[in-house]
Protein backbone atom coordinates (compact mmCIF):
# COMPACT_ATOMS: atom_id res chain seq x y z
CA UNK A 1 0.00 0.00 0.00
CA UNK A 2 1.46 3.27 -0.83
CA UNK A 3 0.54 6.74 0.90
CA UNK A 4 -0.21 9.06 -1.57
CA UNK A 5 -1.14 12.98 -0.92
CA UNK A 6 -3.72 14.71 -3.41
CA UNK A 7 -3.23 17.91 -3.46
CA UNK A 8 -6.20 20.17 -4.36
CA UNK A 9 -9.47 19.29 -3.63
CA UNK A 10 -11.57 20.37 -6.58
CA UNK A 11 -14.08 18.17 -8.99
CA UNK A 12 -10.46 16.40 -10.44
CA UNK A 13 -8.45 15.93 -7.20
CA UNK A 14 -11.26 14.41 -5.23
CA UNK A 15 -12.10 12.29 -7.86
CA UNK A 16 -8.97 11.31 -8.52
CA UNK A 17 -8.38 10.64 -4.64
CA UNK A 18 -11.29 7.90 -5.00
CA UNK A 19 -9.30 6.33 -7.57
CA UNK A 20 -6.57 6.17 -5.96
CA UNK A 21 -8.14 4.46 -3.04
CA UNK A 22 -9.74 1.83 -5.47
CA UNK A 23 -6.20 1.10 -6.93
CA UNK A 24 -5.40 0.14 -3.52
CA UNK A 25 -3.52 3.28 -1.88
CA UNK A 26 -3.63 4.63 1.25
CA UNK A 27 -5.13 8.62 0.35
CA UNK A 28 -5.12 11.52 2.14
CA UNK A 29 -6.82 15.04 0.00
CA UNK A 30 -5.30 18.42 0.71
CA UNK A 31 -8.33 20.91 0.46
CA UNK A 32 -7.72 24.58 0.65
CA UNK A 33 -11.20 25.09 2.72
CA UNK A 34 -11.37 23.21 6.49
CA UNK A 35 -15.08 22.78 5.61
CA UNK A 36 -14.38 20.74 2.49
CA UNK A 37 -11.85 18.88 4.34
CA UNK A 38 -14.17 18.33 7.24
CA UNK A 39 -16.51 17.54 4.69
CA UNK A 40 -14.69 15.00 2.91
CA UNK A 41 -13.53 13.13 6.06
CA UNK A 42 -16.29 13.02 8.27
CA UNK A 43 -19.31 12.56 5.20
CA UNK A 44 -17.28 11.03 2.61
CA UNK A 45 -19.23 13.85 -0.18
CA UNK A 46 -17.48 16.66 -1.48
CA UNK A 47 -21.20 18.75 -1.70
CA UNK A 48 -19.56 21.76 -3.92
CA UNK A 49 -17.73 19.99 -6.03
CA UNK A 50 -19.44 15.81 -6.49
CA UNK A 51 -22.53 16.78 -5.03
CA UNK A 52 -23.71 13.54 -3.21
CA UNK A 53 -21.47 11.08 -4.56
CA UNK A 54 -20.22 9.23 -1.84
CA UNK A 55 -16.46 8.77 -1.80
CA UNK A 56 -14.62 5.63 -0.11
CA UNK A 57 -14.68 5.76 3.45
CA UNK A 58 -10.51 5.30 3.50
CA UNK A 59 -10.05 9.02 1.95
CA UNK A 60 -9.77 11.35 4.67
CA UNK A 61 -8.45 15.11 4.09
CA UNK A 62 -7.09 18.02 6.04
CA UNK A 63 -6.40 21.50 5.31
CA UNK A 64 -3.14 21.38 6.81
CA UNK A 65 -0.30 20.86 4.09
CA UNK A 66 2.00 19.54 6.53
CA UNK A 67 -0.44 16.61 7.41
CA UNK A 68 -1.18 15.85 4.13
CA UNK A 69 2.59 15.16 3.14
CA UNK A 70 3.59 13.72 6.94
CA UNK A 71 4.58 10.49 5.35
CA UNK A 72 3.88 10.54 1.63
CA UNK A 73 5.67 8.23 -0.66
CA UNK A 74 4.11 10.02 -3.60
CA UNK A 75 2.26 13.42 -4.50
CA UNK A 76 -1.00 14.00 -7.17
CA UNK A 77 -1.06 17.77 -8.02
CA UNK A 78 -5.14 18.97 -8.53
CA UNK A 79 -4.11 22.73 -8.16
CA UNK A 80 -5.58 24.86 -10.95
CA UNK A 81 -2.97 26.13 -13.00
CA UNK A 82 -2.78 29.83 -12.84
CA UNK A 83 -3.04 29.53 -8.87
CA UNK A 84 -0.53 26.69 -8.23
CA UNK A 85 2.83 28.51 -8.55
CA UNK A 86 1.04 30.93 -5.54
CA UNK A 87 -0.05 28.13 -3.58
CA UNK A 88 2.87 25.79 -3.65
CA UNK A 89 4.60 29.64 -1.93
CA UNK A 90 2.48 30.13 0.20
CA UNK A 91 3.18 26.23 1.59
CA UNK A 92 6.87 27.08 1.61
CA UNK A 93 5.73 29.79 4.51
CA UNK A 94 4.94 26.86 6.73
CA UNK A 95 6.90 24.98 9.76
CA UNK A 96 9.61 22.76 8.06
CA UNK A 97 8.35 23.76 3.81
CA UNK A 98 10.66 26.41 3.34
CA UNK A 99 13.35 23.88 1.44
CA UNK A 100 10.15 22.52 -0.66
CA UNK A 101 7.82 19.53 -0.62
CA UNK A 102 9.40 15.98 0.25
CA UNK A 103 11.60 14.54 -2.95
CA UNK A 104 9.04 11.90 -3.85
CA UNK A 105 7.48 11.16 -7.16
CA UNK A 106 5.08 14.07 -8.18
CA UNK A 107 2.26 13.21 -10.88
CA UNK A 108 0.51 16.55 -12.01
CA UNK A 109 -3.07 16.16 -12.86
CA UNK A 110 -3.60 19.62 -14.59
CA UNK A 111 -4.09 20.77 -17.72
CA UNK A 112 -3.52 24.54 -18.19
CA UNK A 113 -0.23 26.51 -19.12
CA UNK A 114 1.07 29.46 -16.77
CA UNK A 115 -0.16 32.64 -18.07
CA UNK A 116 2.86 35.43 -17.66
CA UNK A 117 5.71 32.80 -17.66
CA UNK A 118 3.98 30.52 -20.61
CA UNK A 119 5.80 27.47 -18.13
CA UNK A 120 3.93 24.15 -18.65
CA UNK A 121 2.66 22.83 -15.36
CA UNK A 122 5.45 20.37 -14.46
CA UNK A 123 7.70 23.19 -15.17
CA UNK A 124 5.72 24.96 -12.74
CA UNK A 125 6.57 22.66 -9.98
CA UNK A 126 10.35 22.12 -10.60
CA UNK A 127 10.95 25.83 -10.85
CA UNK A 128 8.89 26.29 -7.35
CA UNK A 129 10.89 23.71 -5.96
CA UNK A 130 8.02 21.42 -5.43
CA UNK A 131 9.32 18.34 -8.05
CA UNK A 132 12.42 17.30 -9.02
CA UNK A 133 12.80 16.61 -12.86
CA UNK A 134 13.56 13.27 -12.75
CA UNK A 135 10.65 12.54 -10.39
CA UNK A 136 7.64 14.78 -11.95
CA UNK A 137 5.25 12.96 -14.13
CA UNK A 138 1.80 14.08 -15.88
CA UNK A 139 -1.83 12.47 -16.48
CA UNK A 140 -3.79 14.13 -19.61
CA UNK A 141 -6.34 12.01 -21.25
CA UNK A 142 -10.25 11.91 -21.63
CA UNK A 143 -11.28 11.99 -17.75
CA UNK A 144 -14.25 14.13 -17.25
CA UNK A 145 -14.26 13.61 -13.85
CA UNK A 146 -17.89 13.15 -12.73
CA UNK A 147 -18.00 9.90 -15.31
CA UNK A 148 -15.11 8.75 -13.24
CA UNK A 149 -16.53 9.40 -10.03
CA UNK A 150 -19.21 6.78 -11.59
CA UNK A 151 -16.49 4.69 -12.37
CA UNK A 152 -17.23 4.48 -16.04
CA UNK A 153 -14.50 2.76 -17.77
CA UNK A 154 -11.88 4.69 -19.84
CA UNK A 155 -8.02 5.40 -20.46
CA UNK A 156 -6.02 7.97 -20.12
CA UNK A 157 -1.83 8.53 -20.17
CA UNK A 158 0.85 9.06 -17.73
CA UNK A 159 4.45 10.34 -18.69
CA UNK A 160 7.36 10.24 -17.49
CA UNK A 161 10.87 11.38 -18.25
CA UNK A 162 11.68 7.37 -17.67
CA UNK A 163 9.40 4.37 -18.51
CA UNK A 164 10.25 3.09 -14.76
CA UNK A 165 8.60 6.03 -13.48
CA UNK A 166 5.53 6.09 -15.88
CA UNK A 167 5.16 2.68 -14.73
CA UNK A 168 4.91 3.62 -10.85
CA UNK A 169 2.36 5.99 -11.88
CA UNK A 170 0.11 3.64 -13.73
CA UNK A 171 -0.20 1.23 -10.98
CA UNK A 172 -0.90 4.17 -8.53
CA UNK A 173 -4.07 4.82 -10.64
CA UNK A 174 -4.71 1.42 -11.30
CA UNK A 175 -8.15 1.03 -10.20
CA UNK A 176 -10.94 -1.57 -12.32
CA UNK A 177 -12.21 1.40 -14.48
CA UNK A 178 -8.64 3.01 -15.49
CA UNK A 179 -6.34 2.06 -17.57
CA UNK A 180 -3.29 4.24 -17.87
CA UNK A 181 -0.90 3.99 -20.37
CA UNK A 182 2.66 4.91 -20.25
CA UNK A 183 4.28 7.67 -22.23
CA UNK A 184 7.61 9.36 -21.84
CA UNK A 185 6.99 12.03 -23.92
CA UNK A 186 5.50 14.26 -20.71
CA UNK A 187 5.81 17.78 -23.11
CA UNK A 188 3.52 16.09 -25.57
CA UNK A 189 0.89 14.93 -23.43
CA UNK A 190 1.02 18.37 -21.16
CA UNK A 191 0.76 20.59 -24.38
CA UNK A 192 -1.98 18.08 -25.50
CA UNK A 193 -3.86 18.44 -22.19
CA UNK A 194 -4.07 21.89 -21.70
CA UNK A 195 -4.32 22.86 -25.88
CA UNK A 196 -7.15 20.85 -25.95
CA UNK A 197 -9.19 23.03 -23.28
CA UNK A 198 -8.83 26.31 -25.58
CA UNK A 199 -10.01 24.28 -28.61
CA UNK A 200 -13.13 23.09 -27.05
CA UNK A 201 -14.33 26.76 -26.22
CA UNK A 202 -14.00 27.48 -30.18
CA UNK A 203 -16.48 24.77 -30.45
CA UNK A 204 -18.64 25.19 -27.53
CA UNK A 205 -18.77 28.92 -29.12
CA UNK A 206 -20.05 27.73 -32.76
CA UNK A 207 -22.56 25.28 -31.10
CA UNK A 208 -23.62 28.48 -28.93
CA UNK A 209 -24.07 30.24 -32.63
CA UNK A 210 -26.15 27.56 -33.68
CA UNK A 211 -23.59 25.72 -36.14
CA UNK A 212 -24.22 22.07 -36.88
CA UNK A 213 -21.95 19.05 -36.62
CA UNK A 214 -19.71 20.38 -39.32
CA UNK A 215 -18.52 22.90 -37.92
CA UNK A 216 -17.78 20.93 -34.79
CA UNK A 217 -15.64 18.34 -37.08
CA UNK A 218 -13.78 21.10 -38.84
CA UNK A 219 -12.87 22.67 -35.38
CA UNK A 220 -11.82 19.34 -33.77
CA UNK A 221 -9.71 18.04 -36.69
CA UNK A 222 -8.25 21.49 -37.15
CA UNK A 223 -7.56 22.12 -33.58
CA UNK A 224 -5.65 19.18 -33.32
CA UNK A 225 -3.76 20.31 -36.26
CA UNK A 226 -2.58 23.11 -34.09
CA UNK A 227 -2.42 21.49 -31.21
CA UNK A 228 0.04 18.71 -32.97
CA UNK A 229 1.71 21.46 -35.07
CA UNK A 230 2.85 23.31 -31.16
CA UNK A 231 3.81 20.64 -29.90
CA UNK A 232 5.70 18.90 -32.53
CA UNK A 233 7.92 22.19 -32.64
CA UNK A 234 8.25 22.17 -28.52
CA UNK A 235 9.91 18.68 -29.16
CA UNK A 236 6.77 16.66 -28.00
CA UNK A 237 6.47 13.15 -30.33
CA UNK A 238 3.78 13.66 -33.14
CA UNK A 239 2.09 10.36 -32.16
CA UNK A 240 1.04 11.62 -28.63
CA UNK A 241 -1.41 14.03 -31.01
CA UNK A 242 -3.51 11.23 -32.00
CA UNK A 243 -3.64 9.04 -29.13
CA UNK A 244 -5.77 9.15 -25.93
CA UNK A 245 -3.91 12.19 -24.65
CA UNK A 246 -4.52 14.20 -27.98
CA UNK A 247 -7.58 13.27 -29.72
CA UNK A 248 -9.03 10.97 -27.04
CA UNK A 249 -9.28 14.40 -24.80
CA UNK A 250 -10.07 16.67 -27.61
CA UNK A 251 -13.29 14.73 -28.97
CA UNK A 252 -14.13 14.23 -24.98
CA UNK A 253 -13.61 17.78 -23.91
CA UNK A 254 -15.35 19.42 -27.77
CA UNK A 255 -17.96 16.84 -27.30
CA UNK A 256 -19.54 16.92 -23.96
CA UNK A 257 -21.90 18.86 -21.77
CA UNK A 258 -19.98 17.95 -18.82
CA UNK A 259 -17.13 19.73 -19.99
CA UNK A 260 -16.44 23.18 -18.63
CA UNK A 261 -14.81 24.62 -21.21
CA UNK A 262 -16.88 23.61 -23.49
CA UNK A 263 -19.90 24.94 -21.47
CA UNK A 264 -18.11 28.28 -21.36
CA UNK A 265 -17.94 28.48 -24.99
CA UNK A 266 -21.29 27.39 -25.38
CA UNK A 267 -22.42 30.28 -23.00
CA UNK A 268 -20.21 32.70 -25.18
CA UNK A 269 -21.67 31.28 -28.20
CA UNK A 270 -25.55 32.12 -26.43
CA UNK A 271 -24.20 35.93 -26.32
CA UNK A 272 -22.96 36.09 -22.53
CA UNK A 273 -19.98 38.07 -22.24
CA UNK A 274 -16.53 36.15 -20.81
CA UNK A 275 -17.20 37.41 -17.06
CA UNK A 276 -21.12 35.94 -16.79
CA UNK A 277 -19.38 33.01 -18.76
CA UNK A 278 -16.85 32.71 -16.70
CA UNK A 279 -19.39 33.16 -13.20
CA UNK A 280 -21.99 30.57 -14.85
CA UNK A 281 -19.77 27.83 -15.21
CA UNK A 282 -18.58 28.30 -11.82
CA UNK A 283 -15.83 25.53 -12.09
CA UNK A 284 -12.51 26.19 -13.35
CA UNK A 285 -12.17 26.42 -17.34
CA UNK A 286 -8.46 26.03 -17.40
CA UNK A 287 -8.71 27.23 -21.46
CA UNK A 288 -9.95 30.62 -20.79
CA UNK A 289 -6.07 31.99 -19.19
CA UNK A 290 -4.33 28.81 -20.95
CA UNK A 291 -5.44 30.92 -24.63
CA UNK A 292 -3.19 33.72 -24.44
CA UNK A 293 -0.20 31.88 -23.20
CA UNK A 294 -0.45 29.00 -26.03
CA UNK A 295 -0.78 32.10 -28.69
CA UNK A 296 2.26 33.70 -26.91
CA UNK A 297 4.09 30.16 -27.19
CA UNK A 298 2.80 29.49 -30.45
CA UNK A 299 4.00 33.67 -31.99
CA UNK A 300 7.39 32.62 -30.29
CA UNK A 301 7.99 29.80 -32.41
CA UNK A 302 6.59 31.03 -35.63
CA UNK A 303 3.62 28.28 -35.24
CA UNK A 304 -0.17 29.13 -36.77
CA UNK A 305 -2.53 28.66 -34.32
CA UNK A 306 -5.86 30.85 -35.84
CA UNK A 307 -8.48 28.64 -33.78
CA UNK A 308 -6.13 29.44 -30.54
CA UNK A 309 -6.18 33.30 -31.61
CA UNK A 310 -9.76 33.60 -32.45
CA UNK A 311 -10.32 32.20 -28.61
CA UNK A 312 -7.69 34.83 -27.16
CA UNK A 313 -9.07 37.65 -29.39
CA UNK A 314 -13.14 36.70 -27.82
CA UNK A 315 -11.92 36.30 -24.42
CA UNK A 316 -8.74 38.63 -23.94
CA UNK A 317 -10.13 41.50 -26.50
CA UNK A 318 -13.76 41.13 -26.59
CA UNK A 319 -14.07 40.50 -30.26
CA UNK A 320 -17.14 39.23 -31.41
CA UNK A 321 -17.92 35.97 -31.04
CA UNK A 322 -18.29 34.89 -34.63
CA UNK A 323 -14.66 35.08 -34.48
CA UNK A 324 -14.11 31.60 -33.97
CA UNK A 325 -15.65 30.29 -37.45
CA UNK A 326 -13.76 32.81 -39.23
CA UNK A 327 -10.68 31.40 -38.12
CA UNK A 328 -11.78 28.15 -39.71
CA UNK A 329 -12.18 29.90 -43.34
CA UNK A 330 -10.17 33.00 -43.39
CA UNK A 331 -7.04 31.85 -45.05
CA UNK A 332 -5.25 32.11 -47.55
CA UNK A 333 -5.61 28.12 -49.94
CA UNK A 334 -3.12 25.78 -48.47
CA UNK A 335 -2.45 21.57 -47.96
CA UNK A 336 -4.29 20.55 -45.10
N1 LIG B 1 -12.74 18.19 -13.50
C1 LIG B 1 -12.30 17.43 -14.47
O1 LIG B 1 -13.07 16.70 -15.12
C2 LIG B 1 -10.84 17.41 -14.80
C3 LIG B 1 -10.33 16.31 -15.49
C4 LIG B 1 -8.99 16.30 -15.84
C5 LIG B 1 -8.17 17.38 -15.49
N2 LIG B 1 -8.69 18.42 -14.81
C6 LIG B 1 -7.79 19.50 -14.44
O2 LIG B 1 -7.59 19.47 -13.03
C7 LIG B 1 -7.25 20.78 -12.57
C8 LIG B 1 -8.11 21.09 -11.36
O3 LIG B 1 -9.43 21.23 -11.86
P1 LIG B 1 -10.74 20.84 -11.08
O4 LIG B 1 -11.67 20.28 -12.09
O5 LIG B 1 -10.48 20.03 -9.87
O6 LIG B 1 -11.23 22.31 -10.69
P2 LIG B 1 -12.43 22.73 -9.79
O7 LIG B 1 -12.90 24.05 -10.29
O8 LIG B 1 -13.41 21.63 -9.66
O9 LIG B 1 -11.73 22.93 -8.36
C9 LIG B 1 -10.75 23.89 -8.20
C10 LIG B 1 -9.93 23.58 -6.97
O10 LIG B 1 -8.92 24.56 -6.87
C11 LIG B 1 -9.08 25.30 -5.66
N3 LIG B 1 -8.84 26.70 -5.96
C12 LIG B 1 -9.64 27.55 -6.59
N4 LIG B 1 -9.06 28.78 -6.63
C13 LIG B 1 -7.87 28.65 -5.98
C14 LIG B 1 -6.84 29.55 -5.67
N5 LIG B 1 -6.88 30.82 -6.01
N6 LIG B 1 -5.76 29.07 -5.00
C15 LIG B 1 -5.68 27.77 -4.65
N7 LIG B 1 -6.65 26.87 -4.93
C16 LIG B 1 -7.72 27.32 -5.58
C17 LIG B 1 -10.51 25.07 -5.21
O11 LIG B 1 -10.60 25.19 -3.80
C18 LIG B 1 -10.73 23.65 -5.68
O12 LIG B 1 -10.16 22.74 -4.77
C19 LIG B 1 -7.46 21.72 -13.76
O13 LIG B 1 -6.22 21.98 -14.35
C20 LIG B 1 -8.32 20.90 -14.71
O14 LIG B 1 -8.10 21.26 -16.07
C21 LIG B 1 -10.01 18.46 -14.45
O1 LIG C 1 -14.35 20.07 -17.72
P1 LIG C 1 -13.10 20.40 -18.49
O2 LIG C 1 -13.40 21.19 -19.74
O3 LIG C 1 -12.06 21.03 -17.63
O4 LIG C 1 -12.48 19.02 -19.02
C1 LIG C 1 -12.25 18.01 -18.10
C2 LIG C 1 -11.21 17.03 -18.59
O5 LIG C 1 -10.00 17.69 -18.87
C3 LIG C 1 -11.64 16.20 -19.76
O6 LIG C 1 -10.65 15.24 -20.06
Redesign the pocket.
Known amino acids: MTRLAVL??????TTFAQVLADAGNDVVLW???EEVAEEITEHHTNHS?LGEHELPASVTATSRIQDALDGAEGLVV????Q?LR??LSSWREQPGLASGLPAVPVLS????IERGTDARISEVLIQAGAARQDLVGVLSGP???AEIADRRPCGTVVAAPSEELAGTFARWCDAPYLRAYTSTDVMGVEIAGAVK?VVAIAVGAASGLGHGHNTTASLITRGLAEITRLGVALGGTRETFAGLAGMGDLVATCASPLSRNHRLGLALGRGLSIEQAVAEVG??A?GVATARAVADLAERLGVDMPITRSVVAVVDHGASIEQVTTALLSRSVRPE
Open positions: GAGSWGARRYAVPASATLTKGNLSNQTE
